[in-house]
């Protein structure tokens, strides 16, 4: 799930940063509550 979500922000902001950058991290915590 968090890999899909990095995916998906990288390719949102891909176009708009210069050829050879990337984007910074960030911390996502997730608890799974129902079984």
Do not use: D, F, R, Y
């Amino acid at each position: 799930m968090v890999a899909l979500m990095e995916h998906a922000a990288m390719t949102a902001v891909a176009p708009a940063l210069p050829e050879g950058s990337t984007t910074v991290g960030a911390e996502m915590n997730t608890t799974h509550i129902k079984p």
